[in-house]
């Protein structure tokens, strides 16, 4: 079974601090995506990586692919409570389809 | 266009009555997505369909739960006889193509009591 590990599973933070949320696997994946869900809706995508190493910056959302491509990380730069809610991170492996692999989410909550 | 659609958004029904979702995927996209969402378990694959076709049912949880597809335009997902333990969100999300960004429907949440 394949599975992507995320952490932390929870985070809660003042307005202004920096984090990181991280996605790991056993597996290499062809493309990992990161999407973010708030209460109530269904996930949006924030980025697709593809290659190894790479790095996308979304104004203050930091993500890296890792030289393997088996994990990855999301980093946010002083936080802010819009940035509040559940991050995920999802997978394709080669031999899948269309079928991506979700990681069981970060639950980000940034407070005044 | 209106993104993915679904109905209903809220269901609440009692255990052993038959449950049906319903999902209108964005218009052009091949690939059909049914997923549950729990606090437990996260967001599970259920089923996902490449034009019109089922291609991996293996989390379909058991012979109680259904989908179909009769059209690009839209598709069911079935629970007969539901269960207090299929309470969840159930979401539909469409594809371009396979591995593209997935587009997510409001989700149905169901309770069965």
């Known amino acids: 079974t394949q599975l992507l590990e995320q952490s932390p599973q929870f985070l809660s933070i003042q307005e202004g601090e920096n984090l990181t949320v991280y996605c790991n696997s056993s597996?290499?994946?062809?493309?990992l995506q990161w999407y973010r869900q708030e209460p109530g809706e269904g996930p949006v995508l924030l980025v697709t990586?593809?290659?190894?190493?790479e790095v996308k910056k979304l104004k203050r959302l930091t993500f890296q692919f890792g030289d393997a491509r088996k994990d990855s990380s999301l980093h946010i730069t002083a936080a802010q409570p819009g940035d509040t809610g559940l991050y995920l991170c999802?997978?394709?492996?080669?031999?899948?389809?269309?079928?991506?692999?979700f990681g069981q989410g970060t639950e980000l909550s940034v407070k005044p | 266009d209106a993104g993915v659609i679904q109905s209903p958004r809220h269901e609440v029904t009692e255990m052993g009555q038959e449950v049906t979702l319903r999902c209108k995927p964005i218009?052009?996209?091949?690939?059909l997505f049914w997923y549950r969402q729990t606090m437990m378990r996260g967001l599970e694959l259920l089923i996902y369909?490449?034009?019109?076709?089922?291609?991996?049912d293996s989390g379909m949880p058991e012979d109680r739960f259904s989908a179909k597809m009769p059209n690009a335009s839209f598709s069911t997902l079935k629970i007969q006889p539901s269960e207090p333990r299929d309470s969840a969100v159930y979401f539909c999300?469409?594809?371009?193509?396979?591995?593209?960004?997935?587009?997510f429907g409001p989700g149905t949440r169901l309770t069965v009591t």
């Open positions: 218009s052009g996209h091949d690939y």
């Open positions: 597996s290499v994946f062809s493309s």
């Open positions: 990586v593809v290659t190894g190493g």
């Open positions: 369909f490449n034009n019109n076709v089922p291609i991996d």
């Open positions: 999802a997978g394709l492996t080669y031999n899948q389809g269309g079928k991506l692999i």
């Open positions: 999300a469409s594809s371009f193509e396979g591995g593209s960004e997935q587009y």
